[in-house]
């Protein structure tokens, strides 16, 4: 019985394979516009592939993607800077999508000065912008957000302050982020007064200087062939625009008027410093020069050499820190030079 059913499964085989055809039509395959075969080397999409019998079947034809996009992840920690030559605040906060008033509020050994960054430095970078507070006895999540200009559910709803929501409270001594939080910053441009030309001449401007009348700006220009930002721009802490110059390199009146301050030295970190009343109601400063070429109650017109680009005073690198004051009050340059 063994014999016979061994028999019957082998013959079974033997007539099922008999009965398959031994030749197939063939499957055409794709050519190019010019009608020769497309080069064999190539991956096909769409081509057959051929089984182990010889059969085939098309594939399935897919877009591969080799790059696999990964979102950003939030961060909720701070993480560290070390400051190298040629950085800038503003370039530094850009890389990290924050603000510059951000970074100073939260590395104090800069005393609010964007100027007192310096090769070497480690900064703390938060990991959104605001700022970091010690919690105080008393304090609650309602006069803290007060003090900082923020709402008490940003600080509670931040994930990196780990605050249990189901019964929100920190504990004293406790440092947390204040995220949208902001704070003053220390005027260091305040420092240097603003010289009118004399209480005479209807400017407003304190310090006034007996340097009697002299031209009057209609429009102003660029104090410096670039027009590129190098450093810092105009904002909280910094009230100015760092022009990329050289050193050595002119810089220009932005407008005419009469020089009332032509002085080397520290001043305040403004190193040689020239001052320029417009007798409009406006004063222009440009600082951290390498020379000054004129004199006090030099009457200039619009594009005459004041000085050369330097890097003297608190500077980080050669440049022009240029300021527009109005009423003795700074102004954004972008708003007035054309």
Known sequence: MTILVVAALLGSTIFYKNSRPTTYA???????SAGEPPDATQPQVGAPVASVDGGGAPSIPRKLQLITNIPE???????????SRGDAMLSIAED?????????YVNTQLEDNPHNLKPGMELTIPPVDGLFYTWKEGDTFETVAEKFYTTAD??????????????????VGTTVMIPGGSRE??????????????ASTGTGEIGGNACGGGPVASGFGWPAGSHNISGNGYGPGHLAIDIQANEGEPVYAAGSGIVTMAQGGWNYGYGNVVQID??????????????INVGLCTPV??????????????????????????????????????
């Open 26 to 32: 063939p499957v055409a395959q794709p050519t190019s």
């Open 73 to 83: 992840r939030p961060r909720y920690e701070s993480v560290f800077y070390r400051v």
């Open 96 to 104: 990290y999508k924050l603000k510059s008033e951000t970074l100073l």
């Open 154 to 171: 940003e600080i509670i709803n931040f994930p990196g302050n780990k605050v249990d929501l189901t019964d929100p409270k920190i504990e």
């Open 185 to 198: 910053l220390r005027s260091w441009e305040q420092d240097l007064a603003t010289n009118g030309r004399g």
């Open 278 to 291: 417009h007798g409009n109601g406006y004063v222009t400063v440009y600082a951290h020069l390498n020379s």
């Open 301 to 338: 017109g619009q594009g005459a050499i004041i000085g050369a680009a330097g890097n003297t005073g608190n500077s980080f690198g050669a440049h022009l820190h240029f300021e527009v004051r109005s009423g003795g009050s700074n102004v954004n340059p972008y708003s007035i030079v054309q």
